[in-house]
Nanobody
Framework: QVQLVESGGGLVQAGGSLRLSCTAS????????MGWYRQAPGKQRELVAV???????NYADSVKGRFTISRDNAKNTVYLQMNSLRTEDTAVYYC?????????????WGQGTLVTVSS
């Protein structure tokens, strides 16, 4: 079955860095966009970064200049390099993949990986 597997979360001090990875296994539809969302306790899930099949990227204002999204199409993997981390970045980060199959649009979510930034 199609699934997204995330890794790379953990505990890091403010100012430090982490790199998240998400790999889509046995995907049977054409992938268009890949991205990262996050959800902090008591808050709405929000878009962090997204990258299209053509390599175009968009970032939330709060992470611009600090986070970088990239993808490896051969590996069906999307990455999120997070630098200069702040305590406000603490959240569960979810991988998201969107695409199209023969009969419509498709969307997958990863299981979530916890990023905790300490002061």
């Amino acid at each position: 079955q199609v699934q997204l597997v995330e890794s790379g979360g953990g505990l890091v001090q403010a100012g430090g860095s982490l790199r998240l990875s998400c790999t889509a296994s046995r995907v049977i539809f054409s992938i268009n966009t890949m991205g990262w969302y996050r959800q902090a306790p008591g808050k709405q899930r929000e878009l962090v970064a997204v990258i299209t099949s053509g390599g175009s990227t968009n970032y939330a204002d709060s992470v611009k200049g600090r986070f970088t999204i990239s993808r490896d199409n051969a590996k069906n993997t999307v990455y999120l390099q997070m630098n200069s981390l702040r305590t406000e970045d603490t959240a569960v980060y979810y991988c998201n993949v969107q695409g199209r199959s023969y009969d419509g649009n498709r969307e997958l979510w990863g299981q979530g990986t916890l990023v905790t930034v300490s002061s």
